[in-house]
């Protein structure tokens, strides 16, 4: 079920507890410094998952898809390389 793990120690954090995240991790499970998560208390220990409203956000791509097809012509796209489809794939 765990895509990646990592063992840590749960240390004082003012009168509460405390655990880091390691960054790779953090990359993994794609929380950053300010995500808003949801801590359960599961069988078997803690599930730490972003907040549906985290969820919910769309990450920021670096191209709209205007940028990416911008300029784009058949040629380009090897639009003459794609395959047609034979009367058999058809169901004719």
């Known amino acids: 079920m765990a895509t990646a793990s990592f063992e840590a120690t749960i240390q004082p954090w003012g009168n509460s507890l405390g655990l880091r995240i ?28 972003p907040s549906v409203k985290a ?3 769309r990450p920021a791509l670096p191209y709209s898809e205007a940028d990416l097809i911008k300029g784009m012509t058949p040629a380009k796209a090897h639009a003459d390389e794609l395959p047609r489809a034979i009367a058999s794939e058809l169901g004719e």
Do not use: F
Not at 24 to 40: D, F, I, K, N, P
């Open 55 to 57: 969820r919910s956000k």
């Open 22 to 49: 390691t960054r790779a991790l953090s990359e993994v499970a794609h929380l950053q410094r300010g995500t808003t998560v949801t801590v359960a208390v599961v069988k078997g220990g803690l599930l730490v998952k």
